[in-house]
């Protein structure tokens, strides 16, 4: 007997360096869907109009290519803190002045 790629055929060898460099792209795959699957479900309130049932079907149809999708044109941009807390201006001006100016107070 030969040792495999002496010679004769050099399939086995091939297919087996092709099936070990496929793995890690199987595991990244597998990854990327399931964060867009984790971002898409767990972002209930950026959602309006049923686009999270839209998202969550086009993820698990598209699987990758879905994902990245997701991630270029379907993802809505954080807001801003300051501008989404209620009062936060309010409260950042009593700690900078916590007597406030004269009049302030009822």
Do not use: C, K
Not at 24 to 51: E, F
Request: charged residues 10%; without cysteine; hydrophobic residues 55%.
């Amino acid at each position: 007997m030969n040792a495999p790629g002496a010679g004769g055929n050099v399939f086995p060898v091939v297919l087996g360096w092709l099936l070990a460099a496929s793995i890690p792209l199987v595991v990244a795959q597998a990854v990327v869907t399931l964060w867009a699957l984790v971002a898409v479900l767990l972002n209930n309130d950026r959602y309006g109009n049923g686009n999270q049932l839209v998202w969550v079907v086009v993820v698990l149809l598209t699987g990758v290519v879905g994902a990245l999708l997701y991630v270029l044109i379907g993802r809505q941009p954080w807001e801003v803190v300051s501008e989404a807390v209620p009062g936060r201006r309010q409260r950042l001006a009593a700690i900078r002045d916590p007597w406030g100016a004269p009049g302030d107070h009822p």
